[in-house]
């Protein structure tokens, strides 16, 4: 099972790297129409709907009224009558669409070899050169994730475009759009590939999502016993740091302390979690009124804290320059 990515929002600044997601984070290199109209089913001898006059039609029916309750200009073929969409409007939808497909340029020298021997398997079940394409576009999803997120966001589409029913896909869609923050749209595209993969890896990141809706009580409801038991170690401490979060917005202060006192708080391992669990643990005291507690986890999670993902050097220096109630 690949290693679940943790939460990008927990501990300040967060990191939008994680571990090994199968999606875009593991694919760094090395590794009836709209408008359908019918025919009106009413007699002959009654009034024309909206006030329009007669037509001329064979059968004597009314013509089907426009949107601006004027009468349509009847088809000769008696076929029903399909409401005609402004062609600048149609050209519009295709060019954003055809936009959303060709993605931004990829260099030459990226290899869908790049893509990591899993998530090629996973588009195996695609002709080659589509493949091929659809692993370049995950490549530099992978490749621009945490540098530029948004550019790695339509890297992603553009592979969905082509791939929609694939769950790698669709876990690349996930991840680029949590690393861009739209909550909403993650969280749609995780659901996507979970129907499609059976599996709960970005449970900890679905849980954010609900968190960063305001929906605490979905975040909190991720933490059952049948999730966990899909989820790694490392992804099941990133579920406790995000579903105390969400206890915390609901002001259950000791029970999210409660839970991370579950896990390994005193760990001497440099795993990417370890920060974020005591900023998480250290901010859930603060908000409990511990305060010389929190301000000693801030310090434990500075010590270990070398690439600062979090902002516990920040936090200290407010709680330094702010006086004990």
């Known amino acids: 099972m690949a290693e679940s990515r943790g939460p990008r929002r927990e501990g300040g600044q967060g990191s939008s790297k994680g571990g090994a997601g199968r999606g875009a984070a593991g694919a760094g290199r090395g590794g009836k129409p709209a408008g359908q109209g019918g025919r009106d089913r009413r007699g002959s001898g009654d009034a024309p709907r909206g006030g329009s006059k007669p037509s001329d039609r064979r059968d004597g029916k009314p013509a089907p009224a426009r949107r601006d309750g004027k009468p349509q200009t009847p088809r000769r073929d008696g076929k029903p009558y399909e409401a005609r969409r402004d062609r600048r409007q149609e050209e519009g ?30 588009l195996q079940s695609l002709p080659e050169k589509l493949a091929d394409k659809v692993a370049r576009h ?3 999803a992978g490749m621009l994730i945490s540098e530029d997120p948004e550019t790695a966001h339509k890297h992603a589409l553009a592979a969905r475009a082509r791939a929609t029913r694939t769950g790698l896909v669709r876990e690349a869609c996930g991840e680029t759009a949590y690393a861009c923050g739209k909550w909403a749209e993650a969280l749609s595209e995780f659901r996507a590939a979970r129907r499609m993969t059976g599996g709960y890896i970005y449970a900890p990141m ?9 929906r605490p009580d979905k ?16 992804g099941q401490i990133e579920l406790s740091i995000v579903v105390a979060g969400a206890r915390r917005d609901q002001g259950q202060h000791d029970a999210a302390i409660r839970l991370l006192e579950t896990e390994p708080l005193h760990t001497k391992g440099r795993g990417e979690w370890v920060p974020r669990l005591r900023y998480a643990y250290a901010d859930s005291l603060l ?30 220096a407010d709680l330094d320059q702010r006086p004990q109630a």
């Open 219 to 234: 975040a909190i409801a991720y933490d059952t016993t049948e999730i966990r038991s899909q989820l790694d170690d490392a």
């Open 93 to 122: 939808d295709r060019t954003a669409a055809q936009k959303i497909y060709d993605g931004p340029p990829i260099p030459d020298d990226v290899s869908a070899n790049d893509l990591d021997k899993h998530a090629r398997q996973a």
């Open 287 to 316: 908000a409990a009124g511990r305060r010389d507690e929190a301000i000693e986890w801030f310090h434990r999670t500075v010590a270990v804290d070398g690439n600062k993902t979090t902002d516990a050097e920040e936090r200290l």
């Open 206 to 214: 679905m849980a954010d999502c609900e968190r960063a809706l305001k």
């Open 138 to 140: 995950l490549v530099m």
